[in-house]
T-cell receptor, first 110, second 114 residues
Framework: GQQVMQIPQYQHVQEGEDFTTYCNSS?????IQWYKQRPGGHPVFLIQ?????EVKKQKRLTFQFGEAKKNSSLHITATQTTDVGTYFC??????????FGPGTRLSVLP | DAGVTQSPTHLIKTRGQQVTLRCSPK?????VSWYQQALGQGPQFIFQ???????QRGNFPDRFSGHQFPNYSSELNVNALLLGDSALYLC?????????????FGPGTRLTVT
C-alpha cells in the first residue's frame, strides 16, 4: 500500500534559524496536505497542494509540491518559539484516503 | 460556529471491554473520518463515513466499526479491547463539496486500555 515518509524525525533549531521538513510518497499523489500538531493538541490543517510543482506561501512558511507529485517540503524562515510542534504531511492517492507521514518534531530554542 | 467536538475526552477501559466514541462534525461538513494516533506517531486512518455509509476503510480489524447519523455526527465502536488499542482517537470532518478535502480535527479521545 501507499507509504509516506518524512525526514528528519526530529529537528532542534535556535530561534531565528530556518527549518525544512521533507515528505516522500511511494506512489504518485493527487494532493498533499500539511498539518501542525502542538504538544498535547490535535492536528491543525495548514495547506493543501494539488498541482505539480506548486509553491504556496503563508507568511514565513513555504510549501512545495514536487514535479512528479511524489514529494513535498515545508520550509519555515526565521523560526519562532510559536513554531514548536510536530509537522505532518498527508498524501492522498486518487480516490483513496489520506495517509499521514510519521511527522517531524520541531523544537525551537530561545 | 462550533468546530469538531468529541466525547469523552478521556476513557479508561479494561481488556476485552467495548467502547463507543462520539464525534460531531464542524457545521456545514458532511464527511467524518476517524484516525488512531499512537504516541509519537502520525494518525492512522480507520474509516470514513459519508451519507451514513462507510466509504473507505484503512487496515483495521472488524473489531473497529462505526456509524454516521442523519445529522452527520458519528460514532466509533471498538469491541474486545486490546492493550494495543490504547491511543488518541481523532475525528476529522470535511465536506465532499468543491473537492477541498480540508480536514478539521477534533480534540480527540484519549483511550487507555489496562
Amino acid at each position: 500500500g501507499q507509504q509516506v515518509m518524512q525526514i528528519p524525525q526530529y529537528q532542534h533549531v535556535q530561534e531565528g534559524e530556518d527549518f525544512t521538513t521533507y515528505c516522500n510518497s511511494s506512489t504518485t499523489l493527487s494532493n498533499i496536505q500539511w498539518y501542525k500538531q502542538r504538544p498535547g493538541g490535535h492536528p491543525v490543517f495548514l495547506i493543501q497542494l494539488v498541482k505539480s510543482g506548486e509553491v504556496k506561501k503563508q507568511k514565513r512558511l513555504t510549501f512545495q509540491f514536487g514535479e512528479a507529485k511524489k514529494n513535498s517540503s515545508l520550509h519555515i524562515t526565521a523560526t519562532q518559539t510559536t513554531d514548536v510542534g510536530t509537522y505532518f504531511c498527508a498524501g492522498r492517492n486518487y480516490g483513496q484516503n489520506f495517509v499521514f507521514g510519521p511527522g517531524t518534531r520541531l523544537s525551537v530554542l530561545p | 460556529d462550533a468546530g469538531v467536538t468529541q466525547s469523552p475526552t478521556h476513557l479508561i477501559k479494561t481488556r476485552g471491554q467495548q467502547v463507543t466514541l462520539r464525534c460531531s462534525p464542524k457545521s456545514g461538513h458532511d464527511t467524518v473520518s476517524w484516525y488512531q494516533q499512537a504516541l509519537g506517531q502520525g494518525p492512522q486512518f480507520i474509516f470514513q463515513y459519508y451519507e451514513e455509509e462507510e466509504r473507505q476503510r484503512g487496515n483495521f480489524p472488524d473489531r473497529f466499526s462505526g456509524h454516521q447519523f442523519p445529522n452527520y455526527s458519528s460514532e466509533l465502536n471498538v469491541n474486545a479491547l486490546l492493550l494495543g488499542d490504547s491511543a488518541l482517537y481523532l475525528c476529522a470532518s470535511s465536506t465532499m463539496t468543491g473537492g477541498s478535502y480540508e480536514q478539521y480535527f477534533g480534540p480527540g479521545t484519549r483511550l487507555t486500555v489496562t
